[in-house]
Each structure stands twice: as C-alpha cells, then as structure tokens.
C-alpha cells in the first residue's frame, strides 16, 4: 500500500493540480504513436491502406476491428479465403517473407497477419536461454547484405501486401519497431478513458435497439472491467434481459452486470466508512473467490485512499463535482461517489490509513506478513469503531 498519497493539510486545490500533473509530466514520457489510430481510421474511410502496420496494446476490440475494417477494404468477400494469411506465435523470418511474396488471387491485395511473433520485444528476460528474435533473424539462410533479410523486406514491401503485425507489448527501442515507424504505422491500442466508453456504450445500445441516460451508461463502464469485450458481453446481456423494452434503466444494470473489482473497492469503501468490517472482509473474500491477484486488490484500495485524500482537500478549497471530475478522469456520476465517500471520512481516519497502509507494506516486503493478512489488518483497523 506504498503508493497511497500523502498530502500535507495545507495543500489548496491548484497545488494539487500542479504537483500532480508535473508528476505526471515527469513519469510519463510523450507518446510517439499518439493520434495513429485516427490517422489509420482516415486512411481506411479513404480507401489508403499501407502496406506495413504494428498494432500493439491491451485493448483486443480495436485491434479486431481496425483489422477487419482493412479487410473489407482491401479484399473481395467471395476471395478472402485465398487472399489472407494469419500466423501465430514464433514464426521465422523465412515464413513471412514468403507468405508475403505470395501474389493475390483475382485481386489486387493480400493481407498477411503475424500474431505474437516475438520479433517486436526483447529477449533479455528469456529463462530458456533464448535469442533475441532480431538476433536470431541475422542467422537466417539467404540473409540479404545488410545481415538481416527481413528488415530489408519491410523497407521494400511488394505493392500488392499488406502486412499487420499484432502484439500485446513492444520494445519500442528494437530495430523492427523503428523499421515499422518509418516505412509502416505503429498504433497503439491502449483500454480507452471512461468517458469516451460511456458515450460508446450508448451508440452500441443504440445499434441494439436499446437506449440508456449517460448515467446509467456510466454506471455499466464503472461496474466492468476496462476492456470493451468484457463491456460488450454486458451490454448484450442487459438487452436479453431487457427484452422489447427499450430503456436500460439503472436497476437492470445492478441485476445483471457482474461487477468489476473497481466497483467492489467502492463497496468495500462504504463499508470501512460505516466501520462494518465483516462486511468488507466478506467482499474481499469475494474478490478473492473471483481470483482476483491480491497484488490487484492491494493497489485498487491505494488508489480508491489515494483519490479520497484528493478530493477531499479540493472540496474543501471550493471545488465542485465538475471540477473534481475531471481531475480524477472520471465520469460525474463516478466523482459524486468519490465526494459521498470523502465525507464520510475525517482526514485522521484517511491519515491513518496511510500510516497503517505504509507500516503493512513494509510487513508484506520484509516477509513479515502475507499480502492477504496485510489487507485484512488494514480492513480491521479501520472499521476499528
């Protein structure tokens, strides 16, 4: 619990802001790929796909559909079958450039997908000895003058290819990545803010024949998990039990969404307040019997503190519920939440559990205590009444 935030009683809302976002501004290196997607949805919409592409990050659902919006684009439905080519796992360098000399059947373009492929990260941490797949593709039989025959086919791709490399982390400093950014697009898939899948929860009901208030649309992002699958999959839920009616309403929501562990950290919050602590040690059981990786549940309650501490010094500088939205990065409905809880905190009690959390984490790293029973001391010392 380490990363809970202390901050001094004195500090005023703009200090706030400030420290943090220089903070931010420190840890967080400017992004190079930013605004790539929005330059790949033009060149879609326009009918420009490259040859070359890298997308990367957590988020499956764009990467899914980014990919099958080229693949309508560039190839005929009745063709398909002979005109794309989807590799998965440790494939050779040899393998790629084949399948992507291969020419296309009764059409103009050929889409080949590589998966997890291993080319984009480093080999470093690799138990098996392993070598780094840039290395390894430097040994490759036939290998061009330069050394490496496949990083001289990416800069020199055959006009009729498409080539889509798909990969949950990258190196950003190998070879191939740059090769990628110079002659291709690199886009990065990262989960998207709550506020931009609230309004695309609403235009996906909409497209389902069902309708929800921006509340309530807020309310299902909130109770999910951040990936826009797992969203979905509530979503196609909340119709079926809607049936013909076609308001989704906040009760439905409540009945039939299965709950995220963000949204049970606010439980487990109201209950510390209230000072019930069987009841939230009873949720962290349940998070638990979820499977829920106690490291997880440990950082969400830092987090759920952290921001608790936050808001309750910018309420009492005059902020507002607008204000202190949009410092969290949270949707309104979320930051009433967060005041309703701050309130019914002192500041000793949040101070307190910053002590209590620092000496536990301590604890928990000395081998003292297990994670587990770290989080349970903490439950209990602030229910203590």
């Not at 963000?262 to 349940?286: C, E, G, H, M, Q």
């Not at 019997?289 to 010094?313: V, Y």
């Amino acid at each position: 619990l380490a990363c809970l935030l202390i901050l001094k009683k004195g500090c005023c809302t703009d200090k706030i802001k400030e420290s943090t976002g220089r903070e931010l501004r420190c840890m967080a290196p400017k992004n190079p790929y930013a605004g790539n997607d929005k330059i790949l949805w033009k060149s879609i919409k326009e009918n420009r796909i490259g040859k070359l592409y890298l997308f990367f990050g957590a988020e499956e659902y764009l990467i899914r559909n980014y990919c099958e919006h080229i693949e309508k684009t560039i190839l005929d439905e009745e063709f398909k079958v002979l005109n794309k080519t989807v590799l998965n796992g440790k494939v050779t360098p040899a393998q790629i450039i084949e399948n992507c000399r291969t020419s296309p059947v009764f059409s103009d373009r050929r889409m080949v997908i590589v998966r997890d492929s291993g080319l984009f990260k480093s080999g470093k941490k690799k138990d098996d000895g392993a070598a780094d797949p840039v290395e390894k593709s430097k040994g490759t039989k036939g290998r061009g003058k330069g050394g490496d025959e496949l990083a001289e086919f990416l800069q020199d791709l055959p006009e009729h290819i498409c080539l889509v490399f798909i990969e949950k982390e990258i190196d950003k400093r190998l070879k191939y990545v740059s090769i990628v950014a110079e002659h291709g697009l690199v886009v990065q898939f990262d989960y998207r803010k709550p506020a931009e899948l609230t309004e695309w929860v609403i235009k996906r009901l909409r497209e389902m024949q069902h309708d929800t208030s921006p509340r309530t649309a807020a309310m299902i992002v909130d109770y999910c998990e951040p990936s826009m699958d797992d969203i979905l999959n509530e979503l196609n839920k909340l119709c079926a039990y809607a049936g013909d009616r076609r308001m989704i309403k906040e009760e439905d929501v409540a009945k039939v969404c299965t709950r995220s562990i963000k949204s049970r950290v606010f439980d487990l919050t109201d209950a510390l307040a209230a000072k019930r602590s069987r009841t939230a040690l009873a949720i962290l059981n349940d998070m638990v019997a979820l499977r829920e990786p106690m490291p997880r549940i440990t950082f969400m309650i830092a987090r759920q503190f952290r921001q608790l501490i936050q808001t309750k010094l910018m309420v009492r500088d005059g902020a507002g519920r607008s204000e202190i939205a949009s410092f969290l990065k949270v949707p309104p409905f979320i930051a009433e939440k967060v005041m309703r809880q701050a309130a019914s905190f002192d500041m000793s009690s949040l101070e307190k559990a910053v002590a209590t959390g620092l000496e536990l984490d301590v604890a928990v790293k000395s081998g003292r205590l297990k994670d587990r029973a770290a989080v349970e001391l903490l439950i209990t010392s602030l229910s203590a009444k």
